[in-house]
């Protein structure tokens, strides 16, 4: 389901309650605005929580405050006025109370979330999800005014809540549906009838939760998000002034206002986040493990939290089995040095004030009995008893006078006679903090900076695996993230290892291309359009390394050369096109294995002069377009249905070929049959050299030669000589289209089939038609064009058929034809027609953005890939069944999934006149690729070609079009012999 348009914030702020957060969430806000994940227009504030609070009022009122006198700066006024907040959506983010389980606050807690769908790949930290929610969810069709928002919640919301907003002026909290037993230790509303809210009971007695339940027993729980309109914003900031409300904002501390302090702690919950496993790593049921780089054997028992360790502190949990406790690593700054503390608590330890608590799940007297630890080791002599608590023990080593702290200065208390009393001394000998006096000491950034980098090397083994083990998720995600931060090389170093490791070309060519998108995405936008041409002598030495099977060799030659090309977008550009082109190699080569599946059988060689003459249909495809396409025909698996299609009752692509008596090739192109409009003469092998050179005059034509085994390019013998040695004089070979270039008929490769069956037969080698297929296939990679193999199956064999190949190589095309009801061929020939745009289509750029979208994996390029294999057989069984509706639905819904996949390849004119043709037809697509050519349509009343004409010419504006009739052709290829002519 598409999203719906988000709210267009003009300020976001994040409010954060020490003042050393505040650089350090501001910076990752901002990092969200680059990730697309925030508007670019959005003001973005991460301002300090004043401590102490009226509760969340108070740090609301300070955060409106520092909105309207940013707005008012921004709008040239020079004292803050509430005017500003009448075109103003403001969004205000309460980072809350302190969260034992994460040093970065529940706001950046990880969630074990992905989102496909992103522009960039990152950790999904909760704050994400809830400006989600806001954004598109909640948020949309509301009035200007302020939105809060606690990030101390999970919350999920249905994707259209159905708020109303007609005429909403005042305050509006948003709640959500829980049973009382859930509301036991919640917050719950009490409303009236009309939802209007009477009182809130946080953990409630029974009666009173009772009494907020309505007629389903469902109570409304608070959701910690509430809504002021301008009116009501403008009264919540008036109080700004009001002693002792002015204590809650920046102003009124600065003023020397006496703040209120409220502490409050919470607890956890549990998932396996952004962790990086080696080795055997069992995890219990309910428990947590986040931002963890570990090596087994581990076992972490059931009701545990694991958090912030690395692979030098795995060691220190080997042997153990953990149950129901809390070990975490902690980044701390101690009088300006970073160091490392570790610290380890009870699953059910209470952290309330209390001089009852616990700590590792015992009793305080139960603990110094067991460790030898005493009280006076914790707190002060005069410490009254009720201050006595886990908040203010000071449990936590956090420097060691001769070494580096590790998690085994705390986990000895879970085995304390083990070492005879040593952890107990070694405890004693450092420096140890309470939990209250830790909290200071943490170094935000720094835990921000190690999860970032934690992430990126999970990414980096993500990477490797996605493309080793060929899975069809996408790694754009994750390229941008790292462009953004400012860490590709990495990625790079690690592509290019998958690369020249890999024994698969098509794992390599995916590599490859994913090197080309990180080039792209450095270019930032610039540099001009991706695809483009890659034959930049620079790049032939690596090129050179692939085409000779050398992968380990060109990609470290790639490589090379890619570090001259990094300086600006424009090198960046042309770089990221050469990879591709490298790619296209490796596709080449793997398309390649279809030779496999050519064979030919020796026949009598006809005499000299004598012409030998193949003709074939056009062809129309119905269904799976695209799937054909090398490397998605082998890495999906590939589905089309085409028809052989005459053309104004004419087959209008041919070759004709025959032995002449001079040792030298005659080559001719031409419109028809009998005009010719090039003439090329090759007498040495040079003539030949720029056969893969698909725009030089007669390429397709040479290439045959090399591809039918009739000339060596690379043989010591000149062209004559083995002309005259095996055949005893040369060839002359004409072919023609009556088609117009770009037609997206599949005219390229059905010449090729023709002109390979006519040469075949004029050389004495007799060539089945599946092995044609093949063979077109193995030319139009040794021609560099790449394609598929839907154009000559639709060509050259005759009727209705489907089209299929494995994913799997080497590459082998099967053909079914599809057998329909009896009159159905002619009632399908009165009911087709083609219609020529007069738009020449630009395939080659089309299939370079397909092939971009395809090794990204973008999810919804997969999805549609998969799609159009699926509709093939559902257009395979509308033909079966005879059905005209049937088979325009299936029309209709390729063509939208053809713009799917190539978006770009229908052209406004085009769009035009298929909206004007709409209402006359069943369904309708352009042929091919699309982006122009034929347009070929199924009309609703039998033999409409005058009618559609007539239609057409009363528009203006549609071009040079041309309509014509169509008919499915039976034949397919034909071979002909003809009388023996003399030399010419």
Known sequence: MEQPKGVDWTVIILTCQYKDSVQVFQRELELRQKREQIPPRTLLLAVEDPETRVGSGGATL????????????????????????????????HMGRDFPFDDCGRAFTCLPVENPQAPVEAVVCNLDCLLDIMSHRLGPGSPPGVWVCSTDMLLSVPPNPGISWDGFRGARVIALPGSTVYARNHGVYLTDSQGFVLDIYYQGTEAEIQRCARPDGRVPLVSGVAFFSV????????????PPLDACTYMGLDSGA??????????????????????????????????????????????????????????????????DLVLRGHHVRLHGTPSRAFTLVGRLDSWERQPTGTYLNMSWSEFFQKTGIQDWDLWDPDTPPAERCLLSARLFPVLH??????????????????????????????WRLSWEQLQPCLDRAATLASRRDLFFRQALRKARHVLEARQDLSLRPLIQAAVHEGCPGPLLATLDQVAADAGDPGVAARALACVADVLGCMAEGQGGLRSGPAANPEWMRPFSYLECGDLAGGVEALAQERDKWLSRPALLVRAARHYEGAGQILIRQAVMSAQHFVSTEPVELPAPGQWVVAECPARVDFSGGWSDTPPLAYELGGAVLGLAVRVDGRRPIGARARRILEPELWLALGPQQDQMAMKIVCRSLDDLQDYCQPHAPGALLKVAFICAGIVDVRSKLSLSEQLLRTFGGGFELHTWSELPHGSGLGTSSIL??????????????????EALIHAVLHLEQVLTTGGGWQDQVGGLIPGIKVGRSRAQLPLKVEVEEITVPEGFVQKLNDHLLLVYTGKTRLARNLLQDVLRSWYARLPAVVQNAHSLVRQTEKCAEAFRQGSLPLLGQCLTSYWEQKKLMAPGCEPLAVRRMMDILAPHVHGQSLAGAGGGGFLYLLTKEPQQKAALEAMLAKTEGLGNYSVHLVEVDTQGLSLQLLKSETST
């Open 62 to 93: 300070n955060a409106l405050l520092v909105a309207a006198e940013h707005l008012s700066a921004r709008a040239g006024f020079t004292v803050v006025t509430s005017d500003v907040l009448h075109s103003a959506w403001i969004l205000i983010l």
């Open 231 to 242: 009116e009501m914003a403008e009264h919540l900031l008036a109080t700004h002034v009001s």
């Open 258 to 323: 006496r703040p209120v302090q409220e502490l409050q702690l919470l607890g956890a919950g549990s998932s396996v986040v952004s962790c990086l496993l080696e080795g055997p790593v069992q995890l219990g049921p309910g428990s947590v493990l986040q931002h963890c780089h570990l090596r087994g054997p581990i076992q972490i028992g059931a009701g545990c939290f694991v958090s912030g360790l690395d692979m030098a502190q795995s060691e220190a949990l080997h042997g153990l089995e953990l149950h």
């Open 401 to 430: 006078p001769s070494r580096a702290l590790g998690p085994r200065d705390m986990l000895w208390m879970l085995d304390p006679l083990e070492n005879g009393g040593e952890a107990l001394r070694a405890w004693r000998a450092s």
């Open 752 to 769: 090729a089939g023709a002109a390979l069956a006519a040469l075949q037969r004029a050389a004495g080698r007799a060539v089945g038609t």
